[in-house]
């Protein structure tokens, strides 16, 4: 009978399936070993020396120091620029900023400087099975110009990769002082609309410039534009004054949201791009944390930030996702101290290096500008250790995918290195060159590190003037860290060869290995 033959074929089929479900299983158990979950932390102007784990004394960063205890600590990995912008625009997009006009540093109303529809690393993430979100400060630029941001916010996030967002625009002293969260500034009254102006005043509200008896903070140099909650911005900002946040509440208000992005996205892969705004200025951590450390405000917001990298390892621990997790934490370039308000960033150091050992700070083609913390932690696939392999934040999106086995155009990432395997501890070997970027470009090329003419910058992180050096530069890191001598006129050779090297990755459209 028919019936028969069929209902055979059906007890056929299940029985074949039930056998081949342990199997199933394992193969499937196997590739999510091999996709974990990912979290990159990116820190705002921590230097190599501002964390326990990196030397650091005046402060006091358990969260911090865990992470790389259980982790892979580097002793040099680097932003891809010694500022805010272009580190962001290259992590994301795996190109050096150099290359592309408009990636210097974003006023509060610039235009997304991505290409929506571009690989990217959450567009590359996404495409691999990943849930993606954007927790933190941008600074990237959103919507193509004339922002009106009364209405909905795109091109952004979303355009290029990530699936939700919860924003700072730009900088806690730039404005707009809202949040944008999925296209939409947070609380805001239609009757209280917000405008938005560089270069010229709108409205009638106060500024550091008129008024500097309102601020609560005072002034070194710049940042007398708009005031907002007794701190006055660059930029001019009216309207929007329900929406307008909480400087001592940013830090609890971006943390939350990214424990929350963890929390609802457990049972899935997920990546987290969590940017927090500690340690930039204006720095005004919560009242729990001042006075905590021993080196005034900066440090106190050092805590803030170690503080919200233990919230996010804590949500991490109570789901269970640990051991399936790959947190990386680091730094969007070296450190500054005075950077326009007068908090007493400079006075209250009382012994901190938060350079360590390195000759610049954030702006510098010196290392402080780019070398900065750089840890990778992963339960179970990373040894806990300490790699001296050269790798770098634009080297992310070749590297995950990598491991998300996805296979990159060769036109997209075109300055991403594959570093996989020392990012996860099994080779002590990274690129083998960088370009590092602030006011002009230097070349490290394994130890050695080369400086054009005119580069360079006094080795202190409370200068910010780029300044430098008439004749080329050349150190040997591995004798002079602190880049104390210039050994260039010793190896003419050398130099040459670095010159004509950073010559040609300037001249070619991409330094990846094909």
Same mark, same amino acid.
């Given at each position: 009978?028919?019936?028969?033959?069929?209902?055979?074929?059906?007890?056929?089929?299940?029985?074949?399936?039930?056998?081949?479900?342990?199997?199933?299983?394992?193969?499937?158990?196997?590739?999510?070993?091999?996709?974990?979950?990912?979290?990159?932390?990116?820190?705002?102007?921590?230097?190599?020396?501002?964390?326990?784990?990196?030397?650091?004394?005046?402060?006091?960063?358990?969260?911090?120091?865990?992470?790389?205890?259980?982790?892979?600590?580097?002793?040099?990995?680097?932003?891809?620029?010694?500022?805010?912008?272009?580190?962001?625009?290259?992590?994301?997009?795996?190109?050096?900023?150099?290359?592309?006009?408009?990636?210097?540093?974003?006023?509060?109303?610039?235009?997304?400087?991505?290409?929506?529809?571009?690989?990217?690393?959450?567009?590359?993430?996404?495409?691999?099975?990943?849930?993606?979100?954007?927790?933190?400060?941008?600074?990237?630029?959103?919507?193509?110009?004339?922002?009106?941001?009364?209405?909905?916010?795109?091109?952004?996030?979303?355009?290029?990769?990530?699936?939700?967002?919860?924003?700072?625009?730009?900088?806690?002293?730039?404005?707009?002082?809202?949040?944008?969260?999925?296209?939409?500034?947070?609380?805001?009254?239609?009757?209280?609309?917000?405008?938005?102006?560089?270069?010229?005043?709108?409205?009638?509200?106060?500024?550091?410039?008129?008024?500097?008896?309102?601020?609560?903070?005072?002034?070194?140099?710049?940042?007398?534009?708009?005031?907002?909650?007794?701190?006055?911005?660059?930029?001019?900002?009216?309207?929007?004054?329900?929406?307008?946040?909480?400087?001592?509440?940013?830090?609890?208000?971006?943390?939350?949201?990214?424990?929350?992005?963890?929390?609802?996205?457990?049972?899935?892969?997920?990546?987290?791009?969590?940017?927090?705004?500690?340690?930039?200025?204006?720095?005004?951590?919560?009242?729990?944390?001042?006075?905590?450390?021993?080196?005034?405000?900066?440090?106190?917001?050092?805590?803030?930030?170690?503080?919200?990298?233990?919230?996010?390892?804590? &949500?991490? !621990?109570? +789901?269970?996702?640990?051991?399936?997790? /790959?947190?990386?934490?680091? =730094?969007?370039? %070296?450190?500054? $101290? #005075?950077?326009?308000?007068?908090?007493?960033?400079?006075?209250?150091?009382?012994?901190?290096?938060?350079?360590?050992?390195?000759?610049?700070?954030?702006?510098?083609?010196?290392?402080?500008?780019?070398?900065?913390?750089?840890?990778?932690?992963?339960?179970?696939?990373?040894?806990?250790? &300490?790699? !001296?392999? +050269?790798?770098?934040?634009?080297?992310? /999106?070749?590297?995950?995918? =990598?491991?998300? %086995?996805?296979? $990159? #155009?060769?036109?997209?990432?075109?300055?991403?290195?594959?570093?996989?395997?020392?990012?996860?501890?099994?080779?002590?070997?990274?690129?083998?060159?960088?370009?590092?970027?602030?006011?002009?470009?230097?070349?490290?090329?394994?130890?050695?590190?080369?400086?054009?003419?005119?580069?360079?910058?006094?080795?202190?992180?409370?200068?910010?003037?780029?300044?430098?050096?008439?004749?080329?530069?050349?150190?040997?890191?591995?004798? #002079?860290?602190?880049?104390?001598?210039?050994?260039?006129?010793?190896?003419?050779?050398?130099?040459?060869?670095?010159?004509?090297?950073?010559?040609?990755?300037?001249?070619?459209?991409?330094?990846?290995?094909?």
């Amino acid at each position: 009978m028919p019936w028969r033959t069929d209902s055979l074929l059906r007890l056929m089929l299940a029985l074949s399936l039930a056998a081949w479900a342990p199997l199933l299983a394992a193969v499937a158990t196997a590739a999510d070993a091999n996709r974990p979950n990912i979290v990159v932390i990116l820190a705002d102007d921590i230097g190599y020396g501002d964390l326990g784990c990196y030397g650091a004394t005046k402060v006091k960063t358990p969260h911090l120091d865990r992470l790389a205890a259980e982790g892979i600590r580097f002793t040099d990995g680097h932003s891809p620029s010694a500022t805010c912008t272009p580190t962001r625009y290259a992590l994301i997009t795996g190109q050096y900023a150099w290359r592309k006009k408009g990636t210097g540093i974003l006023p509060g109303d610039a235009a997304l400087i991505i290409e929506p529809g571009s690989t990217t690393l959450p567009a590359m993430l996404k495409r691999a099975g990943y849930a993606t979100g954007a927790v933190g400060k941008w600074h990237l630029g959103l919507g193509a110009g004339n922002l009106d941001w009364n209405t909905q916010i795109k091109p952004g996030p979303r355009e290029i990769g990530f699936d939700e967002s919860f924003l700072i625009p730009a900088t806690g002293d730039r404005v707009p002082c809202v949040y944008v969260e999925n296209q939409r500034v947070v609380g805001l009254d239609p009757a209280d609309p917000i405008r938005v102006r560089y270069g010229e005043q709108i409205g009638d509200e106060p500024t550091g410039a008129e008024h500097p008896e309102l601020l609560r903070i005072k002034l070194n140099r710049g940042h007398d534009n708009t005031i907002i909650n007794g701190i006055s911005r660059i930029g001019f900002m009216s309207g929007g004054k329900v929406a307008r946040w909480v400087d001592e509440d940013m830090a609890d208000t971006i943390t939350a949201k990214a424990t929350n992005f963890i929390e609802r996205h457990r049972d899935e892969p997920f990546f987290l791009y969590f940017a927090t705004h500690d340690v930039h200025v204006p720095r005004v951590p919560h009242a729990r944390f001042k006075g905590t450390s021993q080196c005034g405000i900066r440090g106190d917001a050092i805590h803030e930030l170690d503080w919200s990298v233990g919230q996010v390892l804590e &949500t991490l !621990d109570r +789901l269970k996702l640990a051991d399936r997790t /790959l947190v990386i934490f680091s =730094s969007d370039n %070296g450190p500054v $101290l #005075d950077d326009g308000y007068a908090d007493g960033a400079v006075e209250d150091l009382n012994g901190h290096t938060p350079a360590g050992p390195l000759k610049g700070a954030k702006y510098s083609l010196n290392e402080a500008g780019t070398r900065v913390p750089f840890i990778a932690r992963w339960p179970g696939r990373i040894k806990p250790g &300490t790699s !001296d392999a +050269l790798v770098c934040q634009i080297d992310l /999106l070749a590297s995950l995918a =990598s491991l998300s %086995g996805q296979k $990159l #155009d060769d036109a997209a990432a075109p300055d991403s290195f594959n570093v996989l395997p020392a990012l996860l501890g099994e080779s002590a070997v990274g690129r083998d060159h960088l370009i590092e970027h602030a006011n002009g470009v230097a070349l490290r090329k394994g130890t050695w590190k080369y400086i054009p003419p005119g580069g360079g910058q006094p080795g202190k992180a409370k200068k910010n003037k780029a300044g430098g050096e008439t004749a080329a530069q050349l150190y040997d890191l591995a004798k #002079d860290l602190g880049e104390t001598k210039n050994v260039a006129a010793e190896h003419p050779d050398l130099v040459k060869d670095l010159q004509q090297l950073l010559g040609k990755i300037q001249s070619q459209p991409r330094s990846r290995p094909k």
